[in-house]
């Protein structure tokens, strides 16, 4: 069954939590990235009270008050570029998306699965490079 991501937030970041517990991986001061989906004081309370610093991008919906909506704002664009970041992330997974063969994992193995991975990566970054001299002469 399908869900939003939003109903599965609090469970994968209480996985999240335990995993790095387990690990010895200390996230305090680490930022989150979400987006405007999961834009809630709930949401928000929940990454500080981890020691983390959420970095959720606005949304505005149902704020009328002007100044509260400058707040919000005005605090966002102070971690805007760590946003920006993730959203260059998103990107690159969207271009593995129109490689058909990494939509959907057909390999059994690993290493046959991460090779198609680095052949579409290594596509993208050649297209991207040589994109202005294909077809001159």
């Known amino acids: 069954m399908n869900h939003h991501d939003t109903a599965l ?3 994968s970041f209480a996985h999240l939590l ?3 517990d387990d690990l010895s991986i200390n996230l305090e001061e680490s930022y989150v990235t ?4 999961f834009c809630s004081f709930e949401n928000r309370a929940t990454v500080q009270q981890a020691g ?3 970095v959720i991008k606005p949304n505005l919906r149902g704020l009328k008050n002007q100044e509260k909506i400058n707040q919000v704002l005005d605090e966002f664009e102070g971690r805007k ?3 920006e970041k993730r959203y260059a ?3 690159c997974f969207a271009w593995e998306d129109s490689y058909l063969k990494l939509v959907i994992r057909y390999e059994k193995l ?4 991460m090779g198609f991975r680095y052949l579409a990566y290594s596509m993208i970054n050649f297209r991207s490079i040589f994109k202005n001299n294909c077809g001159e002469t």
């Open 89 to 91: 992330i998103e990107r």
């Open 9 to 11: 937030f609090d469970e």
């Open 110 to 113: 690993q290493s046959t699965f």
């Open 52 to 54: 983390m610093i959420p």
């Open 18 to 20: 335990e995993l790095t």
């Open 34 to 37: 979400m987006d405007s989906g």
């Open 81 to 83: 570029h760590i946003y």
